[in-house]
């Protein structure tokens, strides 16, 4: 399953875009949920087929999962939280979830597949924690922002039709076209058990080697960026390091690549679908990208960023603090966390 969340400023669309899936037939809608509503213990119930009806994770199986707002979720207190998220991760493997209970005992459901699109304002440093810990099996993409100016919000608001028109137009010419994706003239039956469910007869043999190994690389990458590890001041400013403070700091190990590069070829295979091939090419990368570069803290990417800008590859201290707008400590202490990872080395002259 590919766990993929919006990221982007209030107000930027991100609710809208997924509620315009909110009706489709293989689309689970829901604006909340709690860790235990995939598979409940409730005392409310006393018969397996009355807990069945209630419980969440059959109800997405072979389903696209849209939540459009998860700060409720994310912004729990951190024990909360962190069962809330292991749940999800678990569930993120693809092989179902067991859970038992002094009531109901053992319940169970096997491998279940589905895609989930959840948004939020930006994720809290705590996800981030949680996650080094549990797996870091979740995937963000950041909207770009673009500060509108006087003039267009004017006619915004004097000469476009009305929302609801325009919303309404796009929804059909969705529905439209995912009609005709699902009786496409290649598609094959995924299974006995899942007459439903259609599968495309993938060109496994076209795939362009250059697209699949930058999907290596930015695997390789991701890997690194999303790394559990922090840079930190011990409390003795006194102790010169160069011109800047010491900080020490602490690393996790480095995920497995493997599967993350699974996810993400499956990713561009999305890309290339919906632009009428069966095939990944050079031209499926750029949301790869951008997906990579957005699964990662931000202050990781812009320094990494600043650092890639370099014609001289490599950044000074000062030239990082230009770059990024930020004081000489923290440009120093972003450098320490990116030696830290793995991801570069620091000299000091």
């Avoid at 849209?66 to 292991?86: G, H, I, Q, Y």
């Amino acid at each position: 399953p590919l766990i993929g969340i919006l990221l982007g400023r209030p107000g930027s669309g991100k609710t809208v875009a997924i509620t315009l899936l909110s009706k489709w037939i293989y689309a689970y809608y829901t604006d909340d949920f709690s860790a235990k509503a995939w598979v409940t213990h409730t005392t409310a119930v006393n018969s397996e087929e009355e807990l069945e009806a209630i419980d969440m994770l059959p109800k997405v199986n072979d389903k696209q999962l849209l939540t459009p707002e998860l700060a409720t979720m994310f912004n729990l207190k951190e024990d909360d939280l962190r069962l809330v998220l292991s749940r999800i991760i678990r569930i993120a493997d693809g092989h179902g979830f067991a859970s038992d209970s002094g009531v109901h005992g053992h319940r169970a459901y096997g491998d279940t597949m589905f895609t989930w699109l959840g948004a939020i304002v930006d994720i809290p440093y705590q996800v981030y924690k949680i996650l080094g810990s549990l797996g870091p099996k979740l995937y963000y993409f950041r909207l770009p922002f673009e500060d509108k100016s006087e003039s267009r919000l004017l006619t915004y608001l004097t000469d476009r039709e009305d929302f609801n028109v325009q919303y309404q137009t796009i929804v059909a010419a969705l529905f439209d076209y995912l009609k005709w994706f699902e009786i496409g003239p290649h598609m094959l039956l995924r299974s006995p058990t899942s007459p439903h469910l259609m599968k495309v007869r993938w060109e496994q043999c076209r795939n362009e080697i250059d697209a699949m190994k930058c999907l290596v690389k930015l695997g390789v990458l991701l890997s690194y960026l999303r790394r559990e590890g922090n840079a930190y001041n011990p409390g003795n400013s006194s102790i010169a390091y160069g011109e800047e403070e010491r900080y020490e700091y602490f690393v996790g190990p480095r995920e497995d690549v493997q599967r993350t590069v699974e996810v993400l070829k499956n990713l561009a295979r999305g890309h290339a679908l919906i632009t009428g091939r069966k095939f990944i090419s050079m031209e499926d990368i750029s949301i790869v990208v951008k997906t990579v570069l957005s699964t990662a803290r931000v202050e990781r990417v812009k320094a990494f960023i600043a650092m890639l800008d370099s014609t001289e590859g490599w950044i000074s201290v000062s030239q990082m603090m230009d770059a990024l707008n930020v004081s000489r400590s923290t440009a120093h202490r972003w450098m320490t966390e990116l030696r830290a990872i793995g991801l570069v080395d620091i000299t000091v002259k």
